[in-house]
């Protein structure tokens, strides 16, 4: 089942904000290794990802130490391509590293912090540790909600992670409004025929053939596919 990206490579430059508080950032070396993992990540080329992540993580500790946000965001990336490719027991300390880095230095409930609990309850959720996974979907959500407003796409984004949970537990019950809710929200903010809103047609499709609701789930898939069909 496919689920909806938390974030995937994250740039520290995308977040003027950050930079207002922390203005000396890792430099321009860091910027360019940064890029070019996420250019390698898209093209699937994990091995030598890697290997440049690493070495952006090694220029970010040393310009500006072991607790910049540019730290956080090099270990984000380097655990997300060791949890691509199941290498679970490495990415896990890189993201909770990432994570500690993120609320000591932007507070506890800014953005980049749940973008970071979204990735680590993932780590746990593709391994089936739901028990572990849980409590940072919901703290994640529960952050979105409040710091961006509970109509934005991240917001849609955490309540699908979070059914996606329930459905792989079998827990329809609790799954369903919290699809429901995170397509309203995607249709609002994208409009009716973008690709998200395929995407979570089709989640809410699968999660009505599991509970053998056939008839539900059919207009869903037609409609899904007719979006895919105009983006072709």
Same mark, same amino acid.
């Given at each position: 089942?496919?689920?909806?990206?938390?974030?995937?490579?994250?740039?520290?430059?995308?977040?003027?904000?950050?930079?207002?508080?922390?203005?000396?950032?890792?430099?321009?070396?860091?910027?360019?290794?940064?890029?070019?993992?996420?250019?390698? =990540?898209?093209?699937?080329?994990? #091995?030598?990802?890697?290997?440049?992540?690493?070495?952006?993580?090694?220029?970010?500790? @040393?310009?500006?130490?072991?607790?910049?946000?540019?730290?956080?965001?090099?270990?984000?990336?380097?655990?997300?391509?060791?949890?691509?490719?199941?290498?679970?027991?490495?990415?896990? %300390?890189?993201? @909770?590293?990432?994570?500690?880095?993120?609320?000591?230095?932007?507070?506890?409930?800014?953005?980049?912090?749940?973008?970071?609990?979204?990735?680590?309850?993932?780590?746990? #959720?593709?391994?089936?540790?739901?028990?572990?996974?849980?409590?940072?979907?919901?703290?994640?959500?529960? !952050?979105?909600?409040?710091?961006?407003?509970?109509?934005?796409? #991240?917001?849609?984004?955490?309540?699908?992670?979070?059914?996606?949970?329930?459905?792989?537990?079998?827990?329809?019950?609790?799954?369903?409004?919290? =699809?429901?809710?995170?397509?309203? !929200?995607?249709?609002?903010?994208?409009? %009716?025929?973008?690709?998200?809103?395929?995407?979570?047609?089709?989640?809410?499709?699968?999660?009505?053939?599991?509970?053998?609701?056939?008839?539900?789930?059919?207009?869903?898939?037609?409609?899904?596919?007719?979006?895919?069909?105009?983006?072709?």
């Amino acid at each position: 089942m496919k689920k909806f990206l938390t974030m995937a490579m994250i740039f520290l430059f995308l977040f003027p904000a950050i930079e207002t508080v922390f203005a000396k950032g890792a430099g321009i070396e860091w910027d360019i290794l940064n890029k070019e993992v996420v250019e390698l =990540y898209r093209t699937g080329q994990y #091995d030598r990802a890697v290997a440049v992540a690493k070495k952006a993580l090694e220029v970010a500790e @040393k310009n500006v130490g072991p607790d910049h946000p540019d730290v956080a965001t090099s270990l984000n990336n380097l655990a997300l391509l060791y949890k691509d490719q199941g290498q679970y027991a490495q990415a896990e %300390p890189l993201f @909770k590293r990432a994570l500690s880095i993120w609320e000591k230095a932007l507070g506890p409930e800014h953005p980049l912090v749940a973008t970071s609990l979204n990735n680590l309850a993932t780590l746990y #959720d593709d391994q089936g540790q739901y028990a572990q996974a849980e409590p940072l979907f919901k703290k994640a959500l529960a !952050i979105y909600e409040k710091a961006l407003g509970p109509d934005h796409p #991240d917001v849609a984004t955490s309540l699908n992670n979070l059914a996606e949970l329930y459905r792989n537990q079998g827990q329809y019950v609790q799954a369903e409004p919290l =699809y429901k809710r995170a397509l309203s !929200i995607l249709e609002k903010a994208l409009g %009716p025929d973008h690709p998200s809103v395929a995407t979570s047609l089709n989640n809410l499709a699968v999660l009505y053939r599991e509970m053998k609701r056939d008839e539900e789930a059919k207009p869903l898939e037609r409609r899904a596919a007719r979006i895919r069909a105009k983006g072709k």
